[in-house]
């Protein structure tokens, strides 16, 4: 995939065009990049046009400019798809990236031909209690970025990914994440119960990996219930499901979109 940027964004974006089909935008976990997907551009090049995103803060997207927030995530997606004359897409995120992914499709849900949320809870019926419940585990996490990257990301790792493998991988993208982008996720509240809860005007994939933490789980499923759409628990996975399964979860992607 090729980096591109736009003339007035920090943000950088990889495109993959080679196919005469539909679009598929792919947005990153927290503290890591787009690389994340790898396997998913491998499996799905030729077969669908891909674009993905360097959130702010994260990969080579840390060149911010007076003004730059990652609340304004949605409309650099939104002026890369102007640039390249982009009329519709399938979104996926996970993780962090299914919070960037719902915020484009509350202003632009015209562009939205599918959503698919991994590991990520619902930013328009969300739930503050559940994040109180989690928030003390979260601060002792970054105070051990603060203190050290590699310490964070070694404990990191085990947390979003559950396979040896998918656990190396993402530490290995982790250890890159600068201390001083700490900063841009703290916009991150802005975008959340921002919009009145709605019935999803396009088609919604949520799910996660069966061995996320239970919180994950229980919130994918009243997810699915409420917004009465399509749910996966993926197998022989954990919070980054497509590192850890990505064979299920390509296909899962693949029948979501086809069916």
């Known amino acids: 995939m090729k980096m591109l940027r736009l003339e007035h964004s920090p943000v950088a ?22 690389r994340m997907f790898e396997k998913q551009f491998e499996y799905f090049s030729g077969k669908y046009n891909l674009l993905a995103v360097d959130i702010l803060g994260h990969g080579n997207s ?12 949605a409309d650099w997606i939104y ?50 209690e559940k994040q109180r419940a989690n928030s003390k585990g979260q601060m002792k996490m970054m105070m051990k970025a603060f203190v050290s990257v590699k310490w964070f990301a070694k404990a990191n790792k085990r947390i979003s990914a559950y396979t040896k493998e998918a656990q190396e991988e993402f530490y290995n993208l982790n250890i890159k994440f600068r201390k001083k982008s700490f900063k841009y996720l703290a916009k991150l509240k802005n975008l959340v119960n921002k919009y009145p809860p709605e019935k999803a005007r396009y088609p919604l994939l949520v799910g996660c990996g069966e061995h996320d933490i239970p919180m994950e789980i229980q919130i994918v499923n009243e997810w699915a219930e409420r917004q009465n759409c399509d749910k996966v628990i993926l197998k022989g996975a954990g919070h ?3 590192m850890d399964n990505p064979n299920g979860f390509n296909e899962c992607l693949l029948s979501f979109w086809t069916k």
């Open 13 to 34: 974006y990889y495109v993959d065009d080679s196919a005469n089909g539909e679009w598929v935008v792919f947005v990153h976990a927290a503290f890591v990049d787009h």
């Open 62 to 73: 840390c060149r911010a400019g007076r003004g730059d927030s990652i609340e304004k995530t």
């Open 79 to 128: 002026e890369i798809f102007q640039k390249h004359e982009i009329c519709g897409a399938h979104f996926v995120g996970v993780s962090l990236g299914s919070v960037f992914i719902q915020d484009f499709a509350n202003k632009y849900g015209d562009k939205v031909l599918s959503l698919a949320c991994f590991g990520g809870y619902d930013i328009n019926n969300f739930d503050l």
């Open 240 to 242: 980054c499901a497509n």
